[in-house]
């Protein structure tokens, strides 16, 4: 089995709510050294044959991500 993964992660000009909570929250943990947090999220795609990552690419760009405020990333996991 050939597993894709997909990264998707909010483009760099995107306002990121949750990271933003996170780096705010970090203190009261005694972490200070941490300038900014973005969060992302991590699809796994399992193909039964051979990876097809054109095909992994139009699920990304057109079910998994936003193009329009998201940037995303396809690779092979071993």
């Not at 050939?2 to 949750?18: F, G, H, S, T």
């Not at 972490?31 to 990552?53: H, N």
Request: hydrophobic share 45%; glycine share 6%.
């Amino acid at each position: 089995m050939a597993r894709v993964v997909v990264d998707v992660m909010l483009k760099p000009e995107i306002l990121d709510p949750q990271g933003q909570a996170v780096a705010g929250a970090l203190p009261r943990l005694g972490v200070s050294d941490v300038a900014s947090v973005r969060i992302g999220r991590r699809v796994e795609i399992d193909f039964s044959g051979e990876v097809d990552l054109d095909k992994a690419r139009e699920i990304a760009d057109k079910l998994l991500a936003n193009p329009v405020i998201e940037d995303y990333t396809v690779r092979v996991e071993q």
